[in-house]
């Protein structure tokens, strides 16, 4: 089985497909940059799903559903928007097919033509903010604190599974509120919720910082986000929360009449997480023998396998791992029991590796006698004898432990990957050599941004919140700065 | 407050009308046919969800996510279903937007043409078959029990709120099984698994049926329904499982090898509820002040008001209400304390009333001297002076108590109409003068069923399971009949 996976040292990118296909998370679909996400995928990004959705609950936010489709005219609302986002959408034209008179199928009906055609939305601010000129009036209607689950679709010409497809899942958060102050304030507590999502249910440690105004959110007038690292040293951004301003409230003329009674236009946030998360899990800590997930999300934390020679020994088994399986339930553990006769316990072993399962427990005859099972992390693929006695508790520390170690395994990475470079020379040869992020000098301005872009294929990923200020020349100007700021390629 | 509500008797379309829209429930978009659904009726939404993802969970299912793009030939693959689904649905033809040359805002780039348009998913069999093709080669890999959460677009030309939307939010399940017989357990468990739900969380009776064949779903060889009453005499379908045969089988050419190793056209059901349940939910059992909504569904089913004519009080009140708070908590009661100083407690009562809130506290200083509270039932409109000793059990016993009592009172509508009709003048009398399901006799014709519709606008709602045979005339033709059908009215 393992064998089927390419190795990271000798094509990552091929390695990362075969992790997706082969771990059954996701297949290509017959529509151009759109992906199956299957059962496996599926379950890991419900898993994800239902966590973000409860520390957004916890931190006063409602889930709303807003229409799939936006008139054409509401992108050309904000200047910024519909340059970011028109390039690049599925339009809706018509809307009936008829029989081919020529009999070739069916074909689009010429008479049933939109008179305004609608954008599938690529992200839901214009329909939004066009809704909530209806529901705020008075400054007591703010905070509106929304989010919503949701397709999009953005037609990306070059299309990865789950990094970027054409078609993906997201969350998009929307909120108003009376002044900056909040705005602000509600785009960095969201940051740090995904930050913590991240670090704490990942395992992925982040960097929390700011772009880059030629970075920002097509709109925004700050986007913050929390970007990561994989393992061939490119950075992935994992999740943005836009300051918005007012911007939007000016397009759609949404005012509100504050306590003195006077109108003003309402400040806004948008944030979101989509599928690409699953990409970034799977892209930092898997391994070249298959997934490798974190036990807090894992869609199954615990597989056993019995090993038996006869029907005798495997009814013994049976009725021990039945307890076990009870046991574990009862502590909070999700684990199947595969006693399947379709395939040979090592093939099993080489299946539940490939897709991540976190601890293997294997039980044979023997072990019964001697009251143990031979317990497998995925993470370290260290074995261990536990004896059956207490096991449940121990299963519970044991994926405990993994987690805080495939945390601190990619943190270790992460923080080894973020270098100094003081020339640009040193800057280049770091980014073919070595990867990562690489701190430098920049001059602040959206030239040199670009230059240094359209030469190294390295974009500025973040300016770290409290960076540290310290007096430098920017690597390619040499012109003054005040602080280094982080590059990185990047997906 | 209530006052902005039509009477049902005055006229029932608008009096649902206002129920969603002053009940939070959804507003209109300005899109044609799409609507927005509002924190309220989506945490509506989301209760619904959550209690049959885990009924889906429970029998064997695991979700999955397909492209909401299908391409418009694979529409054609299955002749029934190109009838029943191409004729309203949103084409996607172009991929980009640019600046219009003439400065009104952007346009459609007429050179990002598709070379082949683009459906949005009506329903996704034709994409899922396609995608099963690959997934299925041997009888080990069936059954497959796959459902897909999802929005799905029909353009409707006549459109109601959550019941008639051209978006709308469903679950579609798709399942493919190595026999016919299997195929149709599925069918009809799905069934039961909808009947249960209806009755048991949604407090509403539902006759279980299969469909006449004019009325199957479009590629079906047989489509099981339930059919619920609304209080206006009109039936609405609430939930559809269909056996599908090796229709799409056959037309995406999904074989399997069977335990024979010979190759055998896999066998398919497909079953689906939407967001029109919250609207049967609505117009099932509220009444002229408002929402009545079920407990065990209810968002919110306890809000508890404070009642105080001074700052002192209300502090006193706080804390008592604080220990009631944790107390219905810990029962795991949703609850919420409304002390906000914006309103006065009849406006809040009127409020909740119209929201639909199942049980209502009000706590004033002398109450708590009495150690008592009053509790109202949104159902009867019932008051009752509780201790606020033992609390929390009276109010799970009461919730029950209300959730068994809106069940019988729609049920006792239900049964009350359901009337024999032995000619047609008594037939259309009964339907214009009393509403609700008519037995009758049919000749079992796809034309006798297309004439009563014409003349009646009431159609076959179903032929329901285990239904009694006896021999009687068709109410139309007169034919022989061997057992009455359901005809009504219908959403």
Redo the contacts between chains.
């Keep these: 089985m393992s064998k089927e996976i390419t190795a990271r040292s000798e094509d990552y990118a091929q390695w990362y497909n075969d992790l997706v296909l082969k771990g059954g998370l996701a297949?290509y679909?017959?529509?151009r940059g759109?992906?199956?996400?299957?059962?496996y995928g599926?379950?890991l990004w419900?898993g994800m799903r239902d966590v973000l959705d409860r520390m957004f609950k916890d931190t006063g936010h409602?889930?709303?559903?807003?229409?799939?489709?936006?008139?054409?005219?509401?992108?050309?609302r904000e200047a910024d928007h519909?340059e970011g986002f028109?390039?690049?959408?599925?339009?809706?034209?018509?809307?009936?097919?008829?029989?081919d008179p020529d009999g070739g199928?069916?074909v689009?009906d010429p008479e049933a033509k939109l008179e305004e055609?609608?954008?599938?939305r690529p992200t839901s601010e214009t329909?939004i903010w066009?809704?909530y000129k209806?529901w705020i009036r008075s400054y007591?209607d703010l905070p509106l604190l929304?989010n919503q689950w949701?397709?999009v679709?953005r037609?990306e010409m070059r299309t990865r599974l789950f990094l970027r497809t054409a078609?993906f899942?997201w969350q998009e958060g929307h909120t108003a509120h009376a002044t900056a102050e909040e705005a602000v304030e509600e785009a960095r507590r969201m940051l740090e919720v995904y930050a913590d999502f991240a670090e704490n249910y990942m395992a992925l440690p982040v960097i929390k910082g700011v772009k880059s105004p030629a970075e920002r959110f097509a709109g925004a007038v700050d986007t913050y986000c929390i970007e990561a690292l994989m393992q061939d040293g490119k950075a992935l951004q994992a999740g943005t929360s836009h300051f918005l301003g007012q911007n939007f409230a000016k397009a759609f003329d949404v005012q509100f009449s504050n306590k003195e009674n006077q109108l003003e236009y309402v400040w806004a946030t948008s944030w979101g997480v989509s599928t690409r998360l699953v990409g970034a899990l799977v892209m930092a800590h898997s391994d070249d023998d298959g997934l490798v997930l974190p036990p807090r999300i894992a869609p199954l934390q615990v597989v056993i396998v019995p090993i038996y020679k006869n029907e005798e020994q495997k009814a013994l088994i049976n009725e021990k791992a039945a307890a076990i399986v009870q046991e574990l339930k009862r502590a909070g553990i999700t684990v199947k029991y595969d006693d399947s006769d379709?395939a040979r316990p090592g093939w099993k072993f080489a299946e539940y590796e490939m897709k991540g399962v976190p601890v293997r427990i294997a039980i044979g005859a023997r072990d019964i006698e001697n009251n143990v099972a031979e317990v497998a992390r995925r993470d370290t693929r260290e074995k261990m004898s536990l004896s059956l006695d207490g096991l449940a508790a121990r299963i519970k520390d044991l994926l405990e432990e993994i987690q805080q170690h495939i945390y601190n395994k990619a943190k270790a990475y992460r923080d080894a990957h973020i270098t100094p470079a003081d020339t640009f020379e040193e800057f280049e040869k770091l980014l073919d050599e070595k990867g990562g992020f690489i701190a430098a000098h920049w001059d602040g301005t959206a030239e040199t941004e670009a230059q240094i872009k359209e030469r190294t294929k390295a974009t500025i990923r973040c300016i770290p919140l409290n960076n540290p200020q310290e007096a430098g020349a920017c690597i390619l100007t040499g012109k003054p700065s005040t602080q280094r700021v982080l590059f990185a390629r990047a997906y």
């Design positions: 297949d679909s017959p529509v759109c992906m199956v996400i299957k059962p599926f379950a419900e409602q889930n709303a559903y807003f229409p799939l489709f936006i008139p054409k005219s509401f992108l050309s519909v028109a390039k690049e959408c599925a339009v809706v034209t018509h809307y009936r097919l008829k029989n199928g069916v689009v055609e609608l954008i599938i329909i066009n809704t209806d007591r929304i949701a397709n679709v037609w078609e899942l379709n």
